[in-house]
């Protein structure tokens, strides 16, 4: 008797496991998704509409069906964990479905469409698989960090149309250092400091300065080796007209042709490599300056004296 009892107790375990599964259709905007609801099963498109936000917990399943996926015009929060990862895919994936009557393929559901329109998106932790082309934003502030795509048909992740080199069960991560920077970013005095201002502006100056001193060196190299070369060939050519009879006019226009190039080079030379090593050789002016501020109670609140001294 005890024995049927507990083999009725797990039947009607099992029954109830299999059947623990929620089903989506349709708009799913304000809803917080939790993995108790294993697996969300969605039947029919679904919806974020905008001024509306969905948050998905870690541990959630969404089993997608043929021609099924999901559209996002509002906020859409996934918030997976390294061990515990949100899994978007196939009905027919039967490591998350073990009801899977076939096996699952690229363009087996669309993917997750992103409006232009859409708010905050903020993928973290999850899986996406057996779609169509995965993740196709219209925006280009989405922050996914550490996605695995794997067998999408057309391409794992796009922005506006343009395709995001994603490797299959590779982690993948855009704007998440962004993200992460803006969150722990202090928040900074915003009070003008000249003396700060001015020092990148001397920097930029120097970076200027060096292009033209590198584009300027590698002009006068290139003309000095040009003199270097048409100079051994109108001497070749000078030589050939003195000596090769009957060749004389053709061997002197050569030389004269030479020559020109020669002189034209040398002097292309002559100015740009004094020129480039002296930008090399420069140093910014510096500019020092001093402030001294004397508080004075009662009266006068402060005298400001600043000394400039400029070397």
């Not at 704007?175 to 928040?187: I, L, M, S």
Request: glycine share 8%; net charge neutral; with cysteine.
């Amino acid at each position: 008797m005890n024995k049927i009892v507990t083999i009725s107790a797990i039947i009607a375990l099992l029954a109830v496991s299999r059947f623990a599964e929620t089903h989506l259709i349709d708009d799913i905007g304000g809803k917080t998704f939790e993995a108790s609801g294993n697996p969300y099963i969605v039947d029919k498109d679904v919806v974020i509409p905008q001024n509306t936000q969905v948050t998905v917990k870690q541990g959630c399943v969404f089993l997608f069906k043929s021609f099924t996926g999901m559209n996002v015009f509002g906020s859409l929060v996934v918030e997976g964990t390294v061990q515990s990862p949100i899994v978007f895919t196939s009905i027919n994936d039967a490591n998350y479905n073990t009801a899977a009557e076939q096996l699952p393929n690229a363009f087996d559901w669309n993917g997750i469409y992103i409006a232009e329109t859409a708010g905050a998106v903020k993928l973290r932790n999850f899986k996406l698989m057996f779609s169509v082309f995965g993740i196709k934003a219209k925006k280009d502030d989405i922050v996914i960090q550490n996605g695995d795509f794997k067998q999408n048909g057309q391409f794992h992740f796009t922005i506006n149309d343009n395709i995001h080199f994603v490797q299959d069960n590779i982690s993948y991560s855009y704007n998440a250092e962004k993200e992460q920077e803006r969150v722990e970013k202090p928040v900074e005095d915003k009070r003008p400091a000249p003396e700060k201002e001015e020092k990148k502006d001397m920097t930029g100056a120097a970076k200027k300065r060096r292009v033209a001193a590198v584009t300027l060196l590698g002009v006068g190299s290139a003309s000095l080796i040009s003199t270097i070369i048409t100079g051994i060939v109108a001497s070749n050519n000078f030589e050939k007209a003195e000596t090769v009879p009957g060749k004389y006019e053709f061997y002197d226009n050569k030389f004269q042709a030479a020559r020109t190039i020669t002189v034209i080079t040398g002097i292309v030379s002559g100015v740009t490599l004094p020129v480039s090593l002296f930008l090399f050789v420069k140093k910014d002016k510096s500019t020092m300056t001093q402030k001294i501020s004397v508080n004075v109670e009662g009266g006068i609140d402060r005298v400001g004296l600043n000394v400039r001294a400029g070397f």
